[in-house]
């Protein structure tokens, strides 16, 4: 099938269960340098957690810190926290559990655009080369994170 066909048979298929609302929940930026040196090399973490279900909805807050470091230099230039608040609506019923691991597995591709959006503008602003935050495979990621978990589970059992 060649790349003509398949763009012209590719269907979107939504899910029952949607993003129906993000927001920024907190921004705090410390500017340690009056003049950055550029190139700067970024640390970068992510962190979310996930509400219970209430009225087939969920909220997640999705936490992204980036330390902007000198090269040569472990001292932060710049630090860059963001908290986005993501609202998942079902339109069908379905278990909380089933409902809780979507929302798990979907709050960070799905809030990420937004993550990205703010930090590329603002580091722009800030008279700086525009930080451009990564791009993700999910897939992959979600392998590693099982894989890291299961070696946790592993190496607890151990004294």
Known sequence: MDKSTAYSEYVIS?????LEE???EGLTILKEEKEII???YNDLSFGFKVSEVENNRITA?????IDCKTLGSDEN????ECI??????SNEEINASDFTEFVEIQTVPQLVPYVRSLIT????QMNMDPIILPTMDIIQSLIKNAQHEESEDLNEGRD
């Open 84 to 89: 986005y608040r993501g609202v998942f609506v």
């Open 14 to 18: 939504k899910t029952m269960i949607q």
């Open 61 to 65: 807050f999705f936490k992204t810190v």
């Open 38 to 40: 550029m190139p700067l």
């Open 22 to 24: 993000a927001s920024l």
């Open 121 to 124: 503008s603002l580091s722009a």
């Open 77 to 80: 230039s710049i630090s860059i």
